[in-house]
């Protein structure tokens, strides 16, 4: 079982910066796939970054070159770096862990979401 908490969430302007965390509970999160999904009001939860137990990232096409995540096992959490954000980045942020990395909504464990708002 792994349970999953985020934070760092809030209002900033277009432009600006913000760094999610994901602190997770249990052991071997190591060995676990980590990834952040958001979902805008009306719209479907989607992939945005993930992280394998290797290190090796992914990222959907529209953050690519400004968002960045990263995971420190010691500290069993993940961050989500975001630079340059846009109006449009504004949703509800989840950290998901499964043990096999994917850009489906198919994980096992979810935290219960940050918001962030990007203000024009």
């Known amino acids: 079982q792994v349970q999953l908490v985020e934070s760092g969430g809030g209002l900033v302007q277009a432009g600006g910066s913000l760094r999610l965390s994901c602190a997770a509970s249990?052991?071997?999160?190591?060995?676990?796939?980590m990834a952040w999904f958001r979902q805008a009001p009306g719209k479907e939860r989607e992939f945005v970054a993930a992280?394998?137990?290797?290190?090796?990232?992914y990222y959907t096409d529209s953050v690519k070159g400004r968002f960045t995540i990263s995971r420190e096992n010691a500290k069993n959490t993940v961050y989500l770096q975001m630079n340059s954000l846009k109006p449009e980045d504004t949703a509800v942020y989840y950290c998901?862990?499964?043990?096999?990395?994917?850009?489906?909504?198919?994980?096992?464990?979810w935290g219960q979401g940050t918001q962030v708002t990007v203000s024009s």
């Open positions: 249990g052991r071997a999160f190591s060995g676990y796939a």
């Open positions: 998901a862990a499964d043990l096999k990395v994917s850009q489906t909504t198919g994980y096992d464990y």
């Open positions: 992280i394998d137990w290797i290190g090796s990232t």
